[in-house]
């Protein structure tokens, strides 16, 4: 990458969306990230912070509006949650049922549609957080299912903005960040914020200008579907 390569992280106030942003800009990438509070502490000074909170519709239209001179190399959409504690279908609420999927799997498909038209033709990279958990072959005993299911139709819904990047030559990515030492991975998890970041800026740089959709973890494997 050179030092002239711009990045737009959606939903970077702390965890693995600050931490990328920390990683590219060591790297030299011009970084704009958002967040809906204020800006984080400890994040880069060269970053430039907008607000936005993904499920807000007015808000992801100013973004755009204020970005519409701007063209990205990477789109990342990192935006999520865990929802409700209780996993079960049939004990958490329709509201904590339909927040999840607003958050994790409605939202982050319409702000990357809306902000799509931003990203550079040819060796531009969309990328969205997803998780080995929403896969059928990876997650064989239905491991957290509802927080799984809003990542399995996160997906595909995403699947339908490959006919819009396979036109311009960009490339599409559903990207897995390992279990991570975060608030929503916790304490115990086998990667730290660092590593997985690390191997997520790698993997945007290794399918720059590849091309497809593809399911892969931070490490460089790709998953199955």
Not at 122 to 136: D, P, Q, R, W, Y
Request: hydrophobic share 40%.
């Amino acid at each position: 990458m050179t030092d002239s390569s711009k990045a737009l992280i959606i939903g970077a106030s702390r965890g693995i969306g600050l931490g990328v942003v920390n990683v590219l800009t060591e790297r030299g990438w011009q970084v704009t990230a958002t967040t809906r509070d204020a800006v984080p502490a400890g994040s880069p000074e060269s970053a430039e912070w907008v607000k936005l909170d993904i499920n807000n519709p007015d808000q992801r239209k100013a973004v755009k509006d204020a970005l519409s001179e701007s063209t990205f190399d990477l789109i990342f959409i990192n935006a999520g949650a865990f929802g409700p504690a209780s996993q079960d279908v049939n004990q958490a609420s329709d509201d904590e049922i339909v927040r999840l999927f607003m958050t994790n799997t409605f939202s982050p498909v319409r702000c990357a549609t809306e902000l799509l038209p931003l990203l550079k033709p040819e060796t531009g990279v969309l990328a969205l957080m997803t998780s080995e958990l929403a896969s059928l072959n990876e997650n064989e005993v239905a491991t957290y299912p509802l927080y799984s299911a809003s990542k399995a139709a996160l997906n595909m819904l995403t699947r339908p903005l490959k006919e819009e990047t396979d036109k311009h030559g960009q490339t599409l990515l559903s990207v897995h960040p390992g279990w991570v030492q975060t608030d929503m991975g916790g304490e115990n998890a086998t990667l730290t914020i660092e590593q997985s970041t690390t191997g997520i800026a790698d993997v945007f740089e290794k399918w720059r200008g590849k091309g497809g959709h593809h399911f892969v973890e931070y490490s460089g494997r790709e998953l199955r579907w």
